[in-house]
């Protein structure tokens, strides 16, 4: 978030400068749109760390673009999502996405072809200004 909001600002204060040509302005403007579509048509794992049920775990994140982001703790025990209305990753219930979210993290780390996920999907709220 930190850095689409750098993006933005940067953007912002460029498109007042005088002395940067309308050439350039519209080159950094589609660039920074190829950057947000490019964002939003990527799935991406990495590992990291989260709570779960008071304990620090070492977990593998899932980011399907900017629909979702899941996570599932080493060994597939823990799985749970980012909801957008709590502000805050919450566990699923055990075994009801446990397999989609393990796929999707093999999908992500081409380990197997791309294929259709089923994974929960919290409605956006509103636009980020």
């Known amino acids: 978030k930190e850095e689409r909001t750098g993006r933005i600002e940067r953007l912002r204060e460029v498109m007042e400068r005088s002395d940067v040509s309308a050439a350039e302005k519209f080159r950094i403007v589609i660039e920074g749109y190829q950057i947000e579509n490019d964002y939003g048509r990527t799935i991406e794992a990495y590992k990291g760390s989260t709570e779960i049920n008071g304990n620090e775990l070492e977990v593998d994140f899932l980011r399907i673009g900017r629909v979702a982001l ?5 060994g597939g025990a823990h799985t749970g999502v980012w909801d957008a209305e709590q ?3 919450i566990e699923l219930s055990p075994n009801v996405y446990q397999k989609q ?3 999707g993290l093999r999908i992500a780390r081409k380990q197997v072809a791309p294929d259709l996920l089923v994974v ?3 409605a956006p709220t509103r636009a980020m200004q």
């Not at 899941?70 to 080493?74: A, D, E, F, K, P």
């Open 70 to 74: 899941m996570y599932q703790s080493v």
């Open 87 to 89: 502000g805050q990753l």
């Open 101 to 103: 979210v393990a796929d």
């Open 120 to 122: 929960p999907v919290s």
